[in-house]
């Protein structure tokens, strides 16, 4: 089936302007990630949805950065007045949790590629 | 989480198994174990995961120790496609073990020719 897709694929954007960052997640799972991933870094978690419970944002570097998810499936994650340091690979990741006992596996879109200018 | 020990390169000739090792002697009785790895300019691909049995999926097979101390991933057939950075991470299982998937540095599989 279509695995976890995000867009747009490329983005450059000037200093100081907004940008949203789109991900689809897999039909039907519940859990839905952002991390972020700076050339040659590990993975920055960012944020996390589940279900209707409140997202937990702790990993939100600053309050410029926020994300939503509309009806459970779709996840905008927007970033005001980006900064340079904001260039980096945005990964989104959907899970299909299945219980409170199962294991979660996390299945990755490729990604956007921000840059700031 | 438990920390993981990983070799930090490793090279496989195309068409040999792939046997990537993978030490975590913290781990806990409730923890399973992930393998994930990222190819070059891609994001993060799930391989498998098992809690103390060996599993096999269409991608490769995980072997545990009885112990569950170490484990090895393998790649049974390499193809030039499996070159990528290979993450193995010790989670609990759970709503909390759900979040925040962290790798540490990975193993670089080089599959030559």
């Known amino acids: 089936g279509a695995g976890v897709s995000q867009s747009p694929s490329n983005k450059v954007t000037e200093k100081g302007k907004d940008v949203e960052l789109r991900c689809d997640p897999i039909s039907g799972h519940t859990a839905l990630y952002w991390y972020r991933q700076s050339l040659g870094q590990g993975l920055e978690f960012l944020i996390y949805?589940?279900?209707?419970?409140?997202?937990?944002k702790s990993g939100l570097p600053s309050d410029r950065f926020s994300a939503e998810r509309t009806g459970g499936s779709v996840s905008t994650l927007t970033i005001q007045r980006t900064q340079q340091e904001d260039s980096a690979v945005y990964l989104c990741?959907?899970?299909?949790?299945?219980?409170?006992?199962?294991?979660?596996?996390?299945?990755f879109g490729p990604g956007t590629r921000l840059t700031v200018t | 989480d438990a920390k993981t020990t990983q070799p930090p390169s490793m090279d496989c000739a195309e068409g040999r198994a792939a046997n990537l090792p993978c030490n975590h002697s913290?781990?806990?009785?409730?923890?399973?174990v992930y393998w994930y790895r990222q190819i070059h300019s891609q994001g993060p691909q799930y391989i498998i995961h098992g809690l103390k049995n060996n599993e096999t999926n269409e991608m490769a097979s995980l072997i545990i120790t009885e112990d569950r101390k170490s484990s090895t991933l393998i790649l049974p057939h390499a193809t030039l496609r499996d070159t990528a950075v290979y993450y193995c991470?010790?989670?609990?299982?759970?709503?909390?073990?759900?979040?925040?998937?962290?790798f540490g540095q990975g193993t670089r599989l080089t599959i030559n020719p």
């Open positions: 913290t781990i806990s009785g409730n923890e399973y």
């Open positions: 991470i010790v989670r609990a299982r759970g709503i909390q073990g759900a979040q925040k998937l962290v």
């Open positions: 949805f589940q279900g209707n419970s409140a997202p937990d």
């Open positions: 990741a959907s899970s299909p949790t299945r219980g409170p006992r199962s294991p979660y596996e996390q299945y």
